[in-house]
């Protein structure tokens, strides 16, 4: 039995080797071709690319004891006071006001077009 594991784990490093060098030659493709270009022009199926390349960055964090898959973070608030009043000169001043029911918008005189219209649009959806 103790053969069996040694020689799969030889089988596995030799694949994994093979699967590093064609995810290495692929991240130096030419500039300006595509992944799926690439992968096309040298008969490789999409899916399997990047089955090796999640191999590859898996056993690379492995060997430096890191986390192979981003984590997501967790998010938390935290509320922050402000010791100093605001500088007048710097201070926000909305061009417009709009006073609904339920809601006070502010927009600035330098808000773009687009986001005064889209602004407009939800409003009058909103009434």
Same mark, same amino acid.
């Given at each position: 039995?103790?053969?069996?594991?040694?020689?799969?784990?030889?089988?596995?490093?030799? $694949? &994994?080797?093979?699967?590093?060098?064609?995810?290495?030659?692929?991240?130096?493709?030419?500039?300006?071709?595509?992944?799926?270009?690439?992968?096309?022009?040298?008969?490789?199926?999409?899916?399997?690319?990047?089955?090796?390349?999640?191999?590859?960055?898996?056993?690379?964090?492995?060997?430096?004891? &890191?986390?192979?898959? $981003?984590?997501? @973070?967790? !998010?938390? &608030?935290?509320?922050?006071? !402000?010791?100093?009043?605001?500088?007048?000169?710097? @201070?926000?001043?909305? @061009?417009? !006001?709009?006073?609904?029911?339920? @809601?006070?918008?502010?927009?600035?005189?330098?808000?773009?077009?687009?986001?005064?219209?889209?602004?407009?649009?939800?409003?009058?959806?909103?009434?």
């Amino acid at each position: 039995m103790k053969g069996q594991i040694s020689m799969d784990t030889s089988t596995h490093e030799i $694949r &994994l080797a093979g699967w590093k060098t064609i995810v290495e030659q692929c991240t130096a493709r030419p500039e300006g071709q595509t992944i799926k270009q690439w992968l096309a022009l040298n008969g490789i199926n999409e899916k399997q690319y990047f089955y090796w390349q999640r191999k590859v960055r898996q056993s690379v964090a492995a060997q430096l004891d &890191l986390p192979a898959v $981003r984590q997501e @973070a967790e !998010v938390t &608030l935290a509320q922050i006071r !402000v010791e100093s009043e605001p500088d007048p000169k710097t @201070a926000f001043l909305p @061009a417009a !006001v709009i006073h609904t029911d339920r @809601a006070t918008i502010e927009i600035s005189a330098f808000a773009p077009a687009a986001l005064t219209k889209q602004i407009m649009k939800v409003l009058s959806n909103a009434v």
